[in-house]
């Protein structure tokens, strides 16, 4: 039972190329999340899934897009990178709809966009 | 939108003694707070949820309150170790402010167990 998993770990791109990260999770979970987590900031909420087949935008959505073809697999797509996207990227899932449900993180993707 | 405010960025105690970690927000009360844990180069780890109509919550050395009117949440650590070094999260549901069906974190404590 791996739990949450994220690939890759890291990454660096040059701004105006695009890139997907991928999130995989084996505990049959309904909800899967995008955040990004910036120094100083806490972590924000980016995109979210309550599941297959449905996206919604969380706090900080522009620039970004997201799919969920798969119940267990969430992805996140940077069409035209910028440096503004440089930070570390987690992916998060949760059970069902029962709101006080814990969330499971991943283990994060460092990106950097020069 | 929610604001939330942990208090200093960083802690330090010693061991042995008891860590209390202050989150404050400051717009709509939120059904629920959870607190995580964080250590360096690693995704948050959830520790403890505690419900808007609940008090207090206890799970081994640890312990949240909860006081809506005051809009704030303590969480301790008792007999505190040098293991217990991490940065610690503060976060609240997005939904019952009618945002996403998510959560909404503070910045963290970074909390030092000094031996």
């Known amino acids: 039972n791996a739990g949450v998993t994220q690939t890759p770990k890291f990454r660096v791109l040059k701004t105006g190329q695009s890139m997907t990260l991928l999130c995989a999770q084996d505990m049959n979970h309904e909800y899967m999340y995008w955040y990004r987590q910036d120094p100083g900031m806490g972590l924000r909420l980016i995109h979210y899934?309550?599941?297959?087949?449905?996206?919604a935008k969380g706090e900080v959505p522009d620039g970004y897009n997201v799919s969920r073809l798969k119940k267990q697999n969430f992805l996140l797509g940077l069409e035209s990178a910028a440096p503004s996207q440089t930070s570390v990227y987690f992916c998060?899932?949760?059970?069902?709809?029962?709101?006080?449900?814990?969330?499971?993180f991943g283990p994060g993707t460092r990106l950097t966009v020069l | 939108s929610q604001k939330i405010e942990q208090n200093s960025e960083a802690l330090n105690i010693q061991e042995g003694k008891t860590a209390t970690l202050t989150c404050n927000y400051t717009?709509?009360?939120?059904?629920?707070l959870q607190w995580y844990r964080q250590d360096p180069g690693r995704g948050p780890v959830f520790l403890l949820l505690?419900?808007?109509?609940?008090k207090e919550k206890r799970k081994e050395r640890l312990k949240v309150t909860f006081d809506t009117t005051l809009k704030q949440s303590l969480f301790h650590i008792t007999a505190s170790q040098p293991a217990d070094s991490a940065t610690y999260l503060c976060a609240l549901d997005m939904s019952s402010g009618g945002g996403a069906d998510g959560l909404t974190f503070g910045k963290g404590t970074h909390l030092i167990i000094q031996p």
């Open positions: 899934s309550v599941g297959e087949g449905t996206t």
């Open positions: 717009n709509y009360s939120p059904a629920y």
């Open positions: 998060a899932s949760r059970e069902n709809r029962d709101s006080y449900n814990e969330q499971f």
């Open positions: 505690i419900r808007e109509n609940e």
